[in-house]
Nanobody, 125 residues
Framework: QVQLVESGGGSSQAGGSLRLSCSGS????????MAWFRQAPGKEREGVAS????????DYDDSVKGRFTISRDNAKNTLYLQMNSLKPEDTGIYYC??????????????????WGQGTQVTVSS
């Protein structure tokens, strides 16, 4: 059973930066397609970024391209999301997700079977 625990959420002014981390356990982390999703109040959950097992394939939602960077450290079983130039519309609960998908299939559109509990990100104007 894959277990995912997010950390690093918090508050920021618009234009600021935050870095999220997600620690994985219970399954070889290097075999997992990983992603970040977010859910704003009153809105559906949406994909933010995904990264394949070795980091060779990365997918971003258009709303965060050029501002957010997803990365992973398989030796530390950890996924990261560096968020720069934050906007108020980036506010929401951010979730780490995992799927046992090969690198060719890894992307925001696939089914992610494992989820963390989420971490709150609040950006004020």
């Amino acid at each position: 059973q894959v277990q995912l625990v997010e950390s690093g959420g918090g508050s920021s002014q618009a234009g600021g930066s935050l870095r999220l981390s997600c620690s994985g356990s219970g399954y070889p982390f290097s075999n997992l397609c990983m992603a970040w999703f977010r859910q704003a109040p009153g809105k559906e959950r949406e994909g933010v970024a995904s990264i394949s097992t070795t980091g060779a394939v990365i997918d971003y939602d258009d709303s965060v391209k050029g501002r957010f960077t997803i990365s992973r450290d398989n030796a530390k079983n950890t996924l990261y999301l560096q968020m720069n130039s934050l906007k108020p519309e980036d506010t929401g609960i951010y979730y780490c997700a995992a799927a046992g998908a090969p690198w060719r299939s890894c992307g925001l559109g696939i089914n992610f079977a494992y989820w963390g509990q989420g971490t709150q990100v609040t950006v004020s104007s």
